[in-house]
């Protein structure tokens, strides 16, 4: 059932934070305080290298990682932030930067971003990425690609050698709806016979991206991932294709929270660097203490069941 349905009388912020963030009700986020944790350093940290005073339009990902990269944007500052734009890569992300206060704009206004934050599904050795596990990736390249620095952050989860190692689940490919079942076809055949339509959870029916289309996930095996370039231009060639999860070459770094506090950041000259825990984001912090939870304790989220 959907929050709107178990939770009728939620208000629309507390509908909203809990589709945003993905996170599970306070009982549950205590066990999962070392990965919010994880996932806020890397957000922080990554902000506080990238995110420069000079920086004037900024892309905003998608996923849970992300609303920690707002957060520490804000906390930067009315006066610093009063001339920027920020661009989002769908629903969700627009709702961050609305409910932040922040100035919106859109692609198409800004097609030259100074820098994209975004999170990941699993990055490989040469930075190379899974993303589309919330749907979203069309946008995210776009934004990528618009971006004269596009970085991303994760926690320790998503790092990875060889992509497909941690993120079962496969390829996402958005595809144009009416050749959802030629793709399919097409997909199995050249190396994916497990692929699958994503089906939505609440809602009958395949889930539909923020475009109106509809995502196939297609798991490949480490032959194919071990290199995702041929991978991606091989699934881009398939006609009702829109786009393809994998983000190759793209990005500049990748910063990982640790559980232990510190923040792996690989660059894409291969440099690895371990950074300790950014001052003022104490390394495991109970979240219920965090921005985000605290926004969801005072929200009415009733018995906390996740959209
Ligand atoms: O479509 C969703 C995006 O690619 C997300 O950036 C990705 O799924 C990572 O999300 P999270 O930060 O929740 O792991």
């Known amino acids: 059932m959907s929050t709107l349905a178990t939770h009728p009388g939620a208000s629309r912020r507390a509908y909203r934070l809990l589709a945003w963030v993905d996170c599970p009700p306070r009982s549950v986020l205590k066990n999962l305080s070392a990965i919010e944790a994880s996932k806020r350093l890397a957000a922080y940290t990554a902000v506080d290298k990238h995110i420069l005073p000079e920086h004037k339009y900024i892309g905003i990902g998608s996923g849970s990682t992300v609303p920690y990269v707002v957060e520490r944007i804000v906390a930067q500052g009315a006066a610093v932030n009063k001339d920027r734009v920020f661009i989002p890569t769908g629903f969700q992300s627009k709702e961050l930067i609305v409910d932040a206060n922040l100035q919106l704009g859109d692609v198409d206004q800004y097609p030259t971003l100074d820098v994209t934050i975004d999170g990941a599904d699993e990055v490989d050795a040469d930075l190379?990425?899974?993303?589309?596990?919330?749907?979203?990736?069309?946008?995210?390249?776009?934004?990528?690609?618009a971006a004269i620095t596009w970085v991303i952050v994760a926690d320790f989860r998503k790092n990875s050698s060889v992509l497909g190692t941690t993120y079962k689940k496969g390829v996402p490919v958005e595809v144009a709806?009416?050749?959802?079942?030629?793709?399919?076809?097409?997909?199995?055949?050249?190396?994916?016979?497990?692929a699958a339509l994503r089906m939505a959870v609440n809602k009958a029916g395949p889930i539909v991206t923020d475009n109106g289309n509809f995502v196939i996930d297609a798991p490949f095996g480490p032959e194919y991932m071990k290199d995702p370039l041929t991978l991606l231009t091989r699934i881009k060639m398939l006609t009702g294709v829109v786009e393809v999860g994998l983000f190759c070459h793209m990005a500049k770094a990748?910063?990982?929270?640790?559980?232990?506090?510190?923040?792996?950041?690989?660059?894409?000259?291969?440099?690895?660097?371990?950074?300790?825990?950014?001052?003022?984001?104490?390394?495991v912090q109970d979240p219920s203490e965090s921005y985000l939870s605290n926004k969801l304790s005072t929200a009415e989220i009733g018995n906390g069941h996740a959209v």
Do not use: W
């Open 128 to 145: 190379n990425c899974i993303k589309g596990g919330g749907a979203c990736h069309l946008r995210e390249k776009v934004l990528a690609e």
């Open 177 to 194: 709806p009416f050749a959802y079942a030629k793709l399919l076809a097409n997909l199995r055949m050249i190396g994916s016979p497990d």
């Open 254 to 283: 990748a910063y990982f929270g640790n559980e232990d506090g510190s923040v792996t950041v690989r660059h894409n000259d291969g440099r690895v660097e371990e950074v300790q825990s950014t001052p003022d984001a104490p390394a």
